[in-house]
């Protein structure tokens, strides 16, 4: 048996527009690596962490208290020591905290021959989540543990279902360099729905999942489509609405906020189409003055993957 694994643990974007916190999908080549050992001493350690700052303290970083979780539920004396690559911005919108539960989680399954079943493993990632942002949502940890497409049907139980993946679907992703914490752009929310919002939304949700089994790219576009979170969340984000607008006049099948921010998403149906939606988009950014990273991606429909054992 393995006793070391490097992992690549991707980012995510959650809520697809329509689905807040129950839609997500998984990014091919933006992600952590991580390097997780099983070690004699029983206790769970975070012994490096580069590229960002975080807490060393296991019961203060989101991959400590994740395996944590996982080893309470294996109920063996197992020790772990976490080395953390972070290249995800905290705060960026794309799934950091859960790229870091979801790799550790994972990673230490696998070392000890798999215990638990991938669906398993989204529950002790959500203790990551909560500790991330006060709310254990699972719509960035189930795609990134799972891959591809996610939708959790519902939270109570736990019930998480792996969608269907376009091959062609590819994601654009700007993330202007400002941190929107998840737990900030979650208090401006409202508690209550209006029922003519919430009957379009729910329309957008199921149109969304059916458009990608039968692969309708048009009935994909029609329901990425946001009217009870982004209205309120997008005054966060410089220049979204033209953003947004760009995206779309170049072909892009929908736009909108990736997670809760300030990330913003543009899914197209082809690489090149995606190329193109980053070239407007990175044009309208240029004008404001502000850095920003870009990401083209396919979706990676595998989740966390072994970089080396
Ligand atoms: N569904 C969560 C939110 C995702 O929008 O707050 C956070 O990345």
Redesign the pocket.
Known sequence: MAKSIKIFAPATV??LSCG??VLGCCLDNVGDEMKISITSIPEVKISKIEGADLPLETQKNVAGVAVEALLKAYDKPVGVDIEIFKKIKAGS?I?SSAASSTGAVWAVNHLLNEPFTPHELVAFAMEGEKLA?G?A?A??VAPALLGGFTLVRSYKPLDVIKLHSPSDLVMTVIHPQIEVK?SD??SVLKQNVDLKKAIQQWGNVGGFVAGLFTENYDLIGRSLEDVI?EPLRSILIPEFKAVKEAAIAKGALGCGIS??GPSIFALSKSMETATIVSEAIREVYSQTGLDFDIHVSKINNQGVRIINQ
């Open positions: 959650a809520n807040f916190d919108g799934g942002s709310n949502h719509d960035n998840t752009s979650r979170i997670g809760s």
